[in-house]
Nanobody, 124 residues
């Protein structure tokens, strides 16, 4: 069993930066991949970025490549999402998820555990 808790969301101006964190507890050894997803009002939850815990391999959605960076701190059991050059279309509730597949990081159904979400709002 894994518990996830996101933090770091807030209001930021377009072009600004924000760092989200996802703290994991429980049997984290079970989690192969930690992913970040986001959901805007009226939209489906979409993949943002993922990291393979043991090795550190990362994968990003095309919409955030070059702007977002996912990383992990093994000692703290925490995954981070550094978001730079934010755009208004990045506005959404951001969720972290644990489980996944190293070769299918973007597939929602591959994840077993989800955090509560944190709101990110980018203003113009």
């Amino acid at each position: 069993q894994v518990q996830l808790a996101e933090a770091g969301g807030g209001l930021v101006q377009a072009g600004g930066s924000l760092r989200l964190s996802c703290a994991a507890s429980g049997r984290t050894v079970v989690s192969t991949v930690v992913g970040w997803f986001r959901q805007a009002p009226g939209k489906e939850r979409e993949f943002v970025a993922g990291i393979r815990w043991s090795v550190g391999n990362t994968h990003y959605a095309d919409s955030v490549k070059g702007r977002f960076t996912v990383s992990r701190d093994n000692a703290k059991n925490t995954v981070y999402l550094q978001m730079n050059s934010l755009r208004t279309e990045d506005t959404a509730v951001y969720y972290c998820a644990a489980g996944g597949s190293p070769w299918r990081m973007s597939v929602k159904s591959e994840y077993d555990y989800w955090g509560q979400g944190t709101q990110v709002t980018v203003s113009s």
